[in-house]
């Protein structure tokens, strides 16, 4: 019973969140889990890894880091993969 109203309120906390707010707290994480630079991740750590975690599909978090490098919030280079800080003040649209 406590296992089951765990997994519920987690489900909860998960549903309410858009799939960009999904993604980037997942990238924000990934930042402090496998470091790369200033605020930056492990390129190497593949968006399949990415939508395992937050629970969404390859093809929705694929579609949101796009989103995210075309907004400015992220961006991808030899060193890592690259989150801005707040993403309110990189937030463009």
């Known amino acids: 019973m406590k296992r089951m109203n765990t997994l519920r309120g987690q489900l909860r906390r998960i549903s309410v969140h858009t799939a960009e707010d999904s993604v980037l707290r997942v990238l924000?994480?990934?930042?402090r889990l496998?470091?790369?630079g200033e605020q930056?991740?492990?390129k190497r750590i593949t968006q399949s890894v990415?939508?395992?975690y937050s629970?969404?599909?390859c093809e929705v978090v694929n579609?949101?880091?796009r989103d995210f490098e075309l907004r400015g919030v992220m961006r991808r280079n030899d060193g890592g993969?690259?989150?801005v800080n707040d993403f309110a003040t990189a937030d463009s649209t």
């Open 28 to 31: 924000q994480q990934l930042t």
């Open 34 to 36: 496998a470091p790369a």
């Open 40 to 42: 930056g991740y492990d």
């Open 50 to 52: 990415i939508a395992s």
């Open 55 to 57: 629970g969404l599909s």
């Open 63 to 65: 579609r949101t880091m």
């Open 81 to 83: 993969v690259h989150v």
